[in-house]
Nanobody, 127 residues
Framework: QVQLVESGGGLVQAGGSLRLSCTAS????????MGWFCQAPGKEREFVAA????????YYADSVKGRFTISRDNAKNTVYLQMNSLKPEDTAVYYCARGPKYYRGTSYSNPNEYDYWGQGTQVTVSS
């Protein structure tokens, strides 16, 4: 059983920054891809960013490119999402999720490709 625990959410003013963390249990973290998704009230869960198990390949939604950075520390079983220049439309619950060992095409953005999810952390950006 894999457990994912997110932290780092909160309330921030527009233009501010937050750093989300997601720590995973289990010994296979270093060989799996990871992703971040968000879900705003009344909306479907949306892809934010993903990272390969090596950390070499990263993928971003167009809406966050240049503002968010995904990274990982396999020694700490942790994946991060650095969120800069935050906007009110970034307000959502953010979830980390465990992906497949290999992404195919744009499968990194498909939530159905992820099998374990964290409980989520709320990010609220005020204008």
């Amino acid at each position: 059983q894999v457990q994912l625990v997110e932290s780092g959410g909160g309330l921030v003013q527009a233009g501010g920054s937050l750093r989300l963390s997601c720590t995973a249990s289990g010994r296979t973290f270093g060989s799996i891809n990871m992703g971040w998704f968000c879900q705003a009230p009344g909306k479907e869960r949306e892809f934010v960013a993903a990272i390969s198990w090596t950390g070499v390949n990263t993928y971003y939604a167009d809406s966050v490119k240049g503002r968010f950075t995904i990274s990982r520390d396999n020694a700490k079983n942790t994946v991060y999402l650095q969120m800069n220049s935050l906007k009110p439309e970034d307000t959502a619950v953010y979830y980390c999720a465990r992906g497949p060992k290999y992404y195919r095409g744009t499968s990194y953005s498909n939530p159905n490709e992820y099998d374990y999810w964290g409980q989520g952390t709320q990010v609220t950006v005020s204008s």
